[in-house]
Protein backbone atom coordinates (compact mmCIF):
# COMPACT_ATOMS: atom_id res chain seq x y z
CA UNK A 1 0.00 0.00 0.00
CA UNK A 2 2.75 1.87 1.02
CA UNK A 3 4.31 1.68 -2.29
CA UNK A 4 1.23 2.25 -4.27
CA UNK A 5 0.66 5.58 -2.95
CA UNK A 6 4.43 6.74 -3.72
CA UNK A 7 3.98 5.74 -7.27
CA UNK A 8 0.83 8.07 -7.37
CA UNK A 9 2.18 10.61 -5.75
CA UNK A 10 5.10 10.53 -7.98
CA UNK A 11 2.74 10.30 -10.89
CA UNK A 12 1.37 13.78 -10.05
CA UNK A 13 4.28 15.08 -9.07
CA UNK A 14 5.20 14.39 -12.63
CA UNK A 15 1.87 15.79 -14.42
CA UNK A 16 2.59 19.25 -12.04
CA UNK A 17 6.25 19.54 -13.76
CA UNK A 18 5.24 18.85 -17.08
CA UNK A 19 2.03 21.60 -16.79
CA UNK A 20 4.56 24.06 -15.04
CA UNK A 21 7.24 23.31 -18.11
CA UNK A 22 4.10 23.78 -20.34
CA UNK A 23 3.01 26.89 -19.14
CA UNK A 24 6.58 28.71 -18.81
CA UNK A 25 6.95 27.75 -22.28
CA UNK A 26 3.84 29.15 -23.43
CA UNK A 27 4.79 32.68 -21.42
CA UNK A 28 8.48 32.98 -23.18
CA UNK A 29 7.00 32.37 -26.57
CA UNK A 30 3.99 34.88 -26.28
CA UNK A 31 4.67 37.92 -28.44
CA UNK A 32 3.72 40.78 -27.22
CA UNK A 33 3.21 43.86 -29.39
CA UNK A 34 2.90 47.65 -28.60
CA UNK A 35 1.43 50.16 -30.33
CA UNK A 36 1.43 54.21 -30.88
CA UNK A 37 -1.20 56.93 -32.22
CA UNK A 38 1.25 59.17 -32.99
CA UNK A 39 4.88 58.30 -34.82
CA UNK A 40 5.92 61.59 -34.31
CA UNK A 41 6.75 64.61 -31.23
CA UNK A 42 4.88 67.50 -31.81
CA UNK A 43 6.33 69.82 -34.53
CA UNK A 44 8.04 72.84 -34.19
CA UNK A 45 7.84 75.55 -36.17
CA UNK A 46 10.87 75.94 -38.56
CA UNK A 47 11.80 79.72 -37.59
CA UNK A 48 11.42 80.81 -33.98
CA UNK A 49 10.45 84.41 -35.01
CA UNK A 50 7.05 82.34 -36.63
CA UNK A 51 6.05 81.55 -33.17
CA UNK A 52 3.21 83.80 -31.94
CA UNK A 53 1.57 81.63 -29.35
CA UNK A 54 2.49 78.24 -26.93
CA UNK A 55 -0.07 75.70 -27.15
CA UNK A 56 -0.05 73.50 -23.90
CA UNK A 57 -1.96 69.77 -24.65
CA UNK A 58 -2.02 68.02 -21.18
CA UNK A 59 -2.65 64.28 -20.53
CA UNK A 60 -6.41 63.62 -21.50
CA UNK A 61 -8.44 61.91 -18.94
CA UNK A 62 -9.55 58.31 -19.82
CA UNK A 63 -12.93 56.18 -18.92
CA UNK A 64 -10.93 53.39 -15.64
CA UNK A 65 -11.97 50.69 -18.06
CA UNK A 66 -9.63 51.77 -20.77
CA UNK A 67 -6.74 53.43 -18.44
CA UNK A 68 -4.63 50.05 -19.09
CA UNK A 69 -1.43 48.73 -20.86
CA UNK A 70 -3.62 46.34 -23.16
CA UNK A 71 -5.77 47.19 -26.06
CA UNK A 72 -9.46 47.09 -25.00
CA UNK A 73 -12.13 46.02 -27.61
CA UNK A 74 -15.53 46.49 -28.26
CA UNK A 75 -17.24 43.38 -28.80
CA UNK A 76 -20.98 44.19 -28.33
CA UNK A 77 -22.96 46.79 -26.26
CA UNK A 78 -22.46 45.31 -23.15
CA UNK A 79 -19.14 43.04 -23.53
CA UNK A 80 -15.44 44.33 -23.82
CA UNK A 81 -12.53 42.03 -24.96
CA UNK A 82 -8.97 42.81 -23.47
CA UNK A 83 -5.56 41.07 -25.47
CA UNK A 84 -2.72 41.10 -23.12
CA UNK A 85 -0.46 40.61 -26.05
CA UNK A 86 -1.53 43.74 -27.82
CA UNK A 87 -0.88 47.04 -25.63
CA UNK A 88 0.01 50.94 -25.77
CA UNK A 89 3.91 51.56 -26.11
CA UNK A 90 2.86 54.65 -23.25
CA UNK A 91 -0.11 55.31 -21.51
CA UNK A 92 -3.25 55.73 -23.05
CA UNK A 93 -3.56 58.82 -21.57
CA UNK A 94 -0.75 60.38 -22.94
CA UNK A 95 -0.49 58.81 -26.08
CA UNK A 96 -3.99 60.62 -27.33
CA UNK A 97 -2.25 63.75 -25.85
CA UNK A 98 0.46 63.32 -28.01
CA UNK A 99 -1.51 61.99 -30.77
CA UNK A 100 -3.50 65.17 -30.84
CA UNK A 101 -0.27 67.58 -30.24
CA UNK A 102 1.48 66.35 -33.15
CA UNK A 103 -1.90 67.51 -34.85
CA UNK A 104 -2.06 70.68 -33.67
CA UNK A 105 1.46 71.30 -34.49
CA UNK A 106 0.31 70.78 -38.37
CA UNK A 107 -2.82 72.65 -38.01
CA UNK A 108 -1.60 75.51 -36.25
CA UNK A 109 1.01 77.97 -38.40
CA UNK A 110 3.05 80.00 -36.23
CA UNK A 111 2.13 77.82 -32.71
CA UNK A 112 4.71 76.18 -30.48
CA UNK A 113 2.60 73.24 -29.11
CA UNK A 114 3.73 71.01 -26.32
CA UNK A 115 3.02 68.30 -24.16
CA UNK A 116 2.32 68.91 -20.23
CA UNK A 117 4.13 65.85 -20.02
CA UNK A 118 7.42 67.37 -21.12
CA UNK A 119 7.30 69.61 -18.12
CA UNK A 120 6.74 73.14 -20.08
CA UNK A 121 5.50 75.65 -17.33
CA UNK A 122 1.86 76.69 -17.46
CA UNK A 123 3.68 80.16 -17.14
CA UNK A 124 5.25 80.12 -20.12
CA UNK A 125 1.89 79.13 -22.14
CA UNK A 126 -1.01 81.08 -23.96
CA UNK A 127 -3.43 78.31 -23.97
CA UNK A 128 -4.13 74.90 -22.57
CA UNK A 129 -5.86 72.17 -23.72
CA UNK A 130 -7.60 70.00 -21.62
CA UNK A 131 -8.75 66.71 -23.21
CA UNK A 132 -12.13 64.40 -21.65
CA UNK A 133 -12.70 61.31 -23.30
CA UNK A 134 -16.09 59.88 -22.37
CA UNK A 135 -16.35 56.77 -24.97
CA UNK A 136 -13.22 55.09 -26.87
CA UNK A 137 -14.97 52.20 -29.10
CA UNK A 138 -12.78 50.52 -31.03
CA UNK A 139 -14.47 47.32 -32.70
CA UNK A 140 -11.95 45.41 -34.83
CA UNK A 141 -13.05 44.46 -38.57
CA UNK A 142 -15.30 47.42 -38.11
CA UNK A 143 -14.68 50.99 -36.81
CA UNK A 144 -13.28 53.11 -34.21
CA UNK A 145 -16.01 55.50 -32.64
CA UNK A 146 -14.73 58.44 -29.92
CA UNK A 147 -17.19 61.02 -28.00
CA UNK A 148 -15.12 63.92 -26.58
CA UNK A 149 -15.48 67.07 -24.55
CA UNK A 150 -12.46 69.23 -24.76
CA UNK A 151 -11.62 72.82 -23.35
CA UNK A 152 -8.92 75.53 -24.88
CA UNK A 153 -8.51 78.13 -22.23
CA UNK A 154 -6.14 80.87 -23.03
CA UNK A 155 -4.42 82.05 -20.29
CA UNK A 156 -4.95 86.26 -20.17
CA UNK A 157 -8.35 87.24 -20.11
CA UNK A 158 -10.37 85.89 -22.80
CA UNK A 159 -12.87 83.39 -22.16
CA UNK A 160 -12.80 79.26 -22.44
CA UNK A 161 -13.56 77.74 -25.28
CA UNK A 162 -15.28 74.27 -25.17
CA UNK A 163 -16.49 71.72 -27.22
CA UNK A 164 -17.38 68.29 -27.51
CA UNK A 165 -16.39 66.02 -31.03
CA UNK A 166 -17.66 62.86 -31.95
CA UNK A 167 -16.05 61.06 -34.48
CA UNK A 168 -16.37 57.41 -36.34
CA UNK A 169 -13.59 56.24 -38.44
CA UNK A 170 -13.64 52.90 -40.25
CA UNK A 171 -10.95 49.83 -39.55
CA UNK A 172 -9.46 48.64 -42.42
CA UNK A 173 -10.93 45.13 -43.32
CA UNK A 174 -8.60 42.36 -42.81
CA UNK A 175 -8.64 42.01 -39.03
CA UNK A 176 -5.47 43.91 -38.39
CA UNK A 177 -4.09 45.62 -35.02
CA UNK A 178 -2.30 47.91 -37.00
CA UNK A 179 -5.51 48.71 -38.92
CA UNK A 180 -7.70 49.48 -35.74
CA UNK A 181 -4.77 52.04 -34.49
CA UNK A 182 -4.63 53.61 -37.38
CA UNK A 183 -8.66 54.20 -37.35
CA UNK A 184 -8.08 55.33 -33.55
CA UNK A 185 -5.39 58.55 -34.91
CA UNK A 186 -7.76 59.19 -37.55
CA UNK A 187 -10.42 59.54 -35.17
CA UNK A 188 -8.52 61.45 -33.22
CA UNK A 189 -7.77 63.71 -36.39
CA UNK A 190 -11.06 65.21 -36.03
CA UNK A 191 -10.77 66.08 -32.62
CA UNK A 192 -7.70 67.87 -33.11
CA UNK A 193 -9.58 69.54 -36.02
CA UNK A 194 -12.30 70.91 -33.84
CA UNK A 195 -9.83 72.01 -31.27
CA UNK A 196 -7.79 73.86 -34.16
CA UNK A 197 -10.48 75.62 -35.49
CA UNK A 198 -11.27 77.30 -32.12
CA UNK A 199 -7.66 78.20 -31.28
CA UNK A 200 -7.35 79.67 -34.84
CA UNK A 201 -10.24 81.58 -34.73
CA UNK A 202 -9.83 83.65 -30.95
CA UNK A 203 -6.12 83.75 -32.39
CA UNK A 204 -6.52 85.64 -35.39
CA UNK A 205 -9.86 87.51 -33.61
CA UNK A 206 -7.17 89.40 -30.77
CA UNK A 207 -4.53 89.98 -33.59
Given at each position: ?10 R ?11 L ?9 R ?27 S ?10 V??V ?6 I ?22 A?E ?7 L ?5 P???T ?14 M??S ?16 IHT ?6 A ?5 G ?32
Open positions: MRISVTRRQAIVAAALVSAVNIGCVRTAQVYYTLSADAPARPARADQERYTVRVGPAVPEMLDRPELLRSATELADDSHRWAEPLRTGIARAVASDLRLDGALVVAEEGTPEADVEVAIDVQRLDAKGDVAIDVTWAARWTDTRPGRSIARPVAPGSYDALVVACAQALATLSSDIARSVRAESISRR
